[in-house]
């Protein structure tokens, strides 16, 4: 009977990394994706504002304020995509920590009602 709940007991240890595992990987890919997407999204600003600069300084009427404001609104969103990134990260890594506590919590159950059989 211990034998077969070393083996059952090893199988959930085993599932458990494998979810663990998963969920690593897929929060690294999630993270990944949005890193890329967040940096495609910089380029592109930084190459308007080249081009709007490039526009604006042959132009009499440039007004270097209005680009510096633009620049800090961007700036300003950038920190909030991040901090909402953050924000987002924390939501998973927090559901991760309970999809494993409820796992342990099922592996101590298991154990517990075959040790309680095996007592019987």
Known sequence: MRTELKGDMDALRTELKGDMDALRTELKGDM????????GDMDAVRTDLKSDF???RSDTRYDSSSLRA?????????REDFGALRIEI?????????DIAALRAEIRDVAGSRRASSVA
Not at 32 to 39: F, P, Q, S
Not at 70 to 78: D, G, V, Y
């Open 90 to 98: 924390s939501g998973i890594r927090t559901d991760m920590r309970t």
């Open 54 to 56: 490039q526009v604006h």
């Open 32 to 39: 990944d994706a949005l890193r890329t997407e967040l940096k």
């Open 70 to 78: 633009e620049i800090a609104a961007l700036r300003t969103e950038c």
